[in-house]
Every structure is written in C-alpha cells, then in structure tokens.
C-alpha cells in the first residue's frame, strides 16, 4: 500500500501566526493534492502540483500557499493563519495512467486556529 | 459552486438492505470517477472507480456510469453496520488532473 505520512497530526496555532503542514509520499507519484475537510463535509481542493518545483491553484487558494521542492515532499503553508482555517487537512499523492489509479491519502492534521 | 454533486446527503438503511447514492458533474471536463469511504476520524480510502459507460461489480458494491449525462451510482447490497460512513464521489479534470470531491453521502446502516 502507497505511503503518505503528514505531519503533525494535530496542531494549535494562533490568529496571526505562521502555520506550516507537511507532506512526504514515498510512491514515487508525480500529483500531489492538498485538500480541507470541514466537520461533515466533502473534501475541498487548495492547491495541487504535477511534480517538483510546481504548484497549482484549487478552488479554494486564499490564504495557502504551497512548496513542492521535491518529488516526496509537499508543503502547504498558512503564512497569517485565521480562525476561519481551523479544520483537518489531508494530503494525497496519486500517479494517472496505472492500473487501478487512485488517491492515496495521508492521515490527515488538524488544525485548531485560536 | 460544488462540481460533483451528491444525493442524498444522509441515508439510513437497516441491516441487509440496499443503500443507493447518487453522484453527477457539472463540470464535463471530467474522464474518471471514484467512490471513496470514510469512516469517522480516518482517511477516506478508494472503494471503486469507474471510467466506461456501464456497470461494474465487486463483490457487495456495484458502480454505474452514464458519461452522457456524467452521472455515477453507488449500490451496496446486503448492508452491514460497518458500512457506516462518509461516501465520497470524486472526480477527475481531463485536462489538468484535478481532482474535486463531492459533499458526500452519510450513510447508517442500523442493525
């Protein structure tokens, strides 16, 4: 099974800070996905990246910024983080054209902004 | 605006029933489906995909598709309480690999 570790797992943060939530895969995929998911909620995209050294903008960029310095690793980064952040972000990576593509998916951070 | 659209949000079947949900997008730049589960607190994990007009089967979970009208369903006959869960549809743009994800289906099964 494809590996996606996110670190930390869990993470408090105050109004105005820095936040920054890592991802490493070591699938050797080239797509790398950053997404939040509210309580109840579907899984919506911030920012994605084809390989590294790029970033792509989702539908929901403000306020996130996104590093891709290398294949394994994608960071996202919350430079002024807001209340309105507060939720659990997940990282996947997945590779397009194999047998039985998919996303694999970290465990998941959440992020408490007081 | 959500792109993939889930139906119904919450369902609740009893033990042994047939749980049917339903999925569409709007976007029709999409060529690939997936339905993925999640169970309270982890990660969602992928249950099937579909990308051919059809049907498909995997032993409980049959998946249809209609590319013409871009809509994906999910049946889980025979359901067992463990099938209670987030169900996520997702899918993927054509031309950029995006991936963009439904509201989901709540899903209870009641034993």
């Known amino acids: 099974e494809a590996a996606v570790t996110q670190s930390p797992r869990n993470k408090v943060a105050v109004t105005g800070g820095k936040v920054t939530l890592s991802c490493n895969q070591t699938?050797?995929?080239?797509?790398m996905y950053w997404y939040r998911q509210d309580t109840g909620h579907g899984l919506r995209l911030i920012h994605y990246?084809?390989?590294?050294?790029?970033?792509e903008k989702g539908d929901i960029p403000d306020g996130y910024k996104a590093s891709r310095p290398s294949q394994e690793n994608f960071s996202l980064i919350l430079e002024l983080a807001t209340p309105s952040q507060t939720s659990v972000y997940f990282c996947?990576?997945?590779?397009?054209?194999?047998?039985?593509?998919?996303?694999?998916f970290g465990h998941g951070t959440k992020l408490s902004v007081l | 605006q959500q792109k993939v659209q889930q139906s119904p949000e919450s369902l609740i079947v009893p033990e042994g029933g047939m749980a049917s949900l339903n999925c569409t997008s709007s976007d029709r730049n999409v060529d690939y489906f997936w339905w993925y589960r999640q169970h309270s607190g982890k990660s969602p994990k992928m249950l099937m995909?579909?990308?051919?007009?059809g049907e498909k089967e995997e032993g409980r979970f049959t998946v249809h598709l209609n590319k013409a009208s871009l809509h994906t369903s999910l049946h889980i006959r025979d359901s067992q309480p463990s099938d209670s869960a987030l169900y996520l549809c997702?899918?993927?743009?054509?031309?950029?690999?995006?991936?963009?994800f439904g509201d989901g289906t709540q899903l209870v099964v009641k034993p």
């Open positions: 996947a990576s997945g590779a397009w054209g194999e047998p039985n593509e998919r996303l694999f």
């Open positions: 997702a899918a993927r743009g054509n031309s950029n690999n995006r991936i963009f």
């Open positions: 990246s084809y390989g590294a050294g790029s970033t």
């Open positions: 699938n050797n995929h080239n797509n």
């Open positions: 995909s579909i990308f051919s007009n």
